[in-house]
């Protein structure tokens, strides 16, 4: 039997964040799913709940706010969500597990975060 995974999704409130946590919740291998506005509130949160997967807004959280966030709990997998092509080539180069620009498919972003979470 599969253990649940929990998620933590980072990013102002919005639709985005709001379509991913409605997203999230709907997948049966995903138990939880926690959602942070800022980089203060997602560390306790990591803390909290030992995410299996951080999904963040890479481009309105920025590159040192990411790293604090992952460097608090190393042992997440970890996906940026990026405004473009470019963003995505540097949130993998700067150590996130995947990046996808916004607005991708969300079969595409669910294949994503069940490859991610084999390992885990």
């Known amino acids: 039997m599969e253990t649940s995974r929990s998620i933590l999704?980072?990013?102002?409130?919005?639709?985005?964040?709001?379509?991913?946590?409605?997203?999230?919740?709907a997948v049966p291998r995903i138990g939880r799913v926690?959602?942070?506005d800022d980089v203060s509130?997602?560390?306790?949160m990591s803390r909290e709940i030992r995410p299996a997967l951080v999904l963040?807004?890479?481009?309105?959280?920025?590159?040192?706010?990411?790293?604090?966030?992952?460097?608090?709990?190393?042992?997440a997998r970890y996906v940026a969500l990026v405004d473009s092509e470019q963003a995505c080539h540097d949130a993998?180069?700067?150590?996130?597990d995947a990046a996808l620009v916004k607005g991708v498919r969300a079969d595409r972003l669910l294949a994503t975060i069940e490859d991610l979470?084999?390992?885990?």
């Open 9 to 25: 999704v980072i990013g102002r409130p919005g639709q985005l964040r709001d379509s991913l946590l409605v997203l999230l919740k």
């Open 41 to 44: 509130s997602a560390l306790t």
């Open 92 to 96: 993998e180069s700067a150590g996130a």
């Open 117 to 120: 979470l084999l390992d885990w």
């Open 56 to 75: 963040v807004d890479h481009d309105r959280l920025g590159d040192e706010a990411s790293n604090r966030v992952r460097a608090a709990w190393p042992q």
């Open 34 to 36: 926690e959602q942070a």
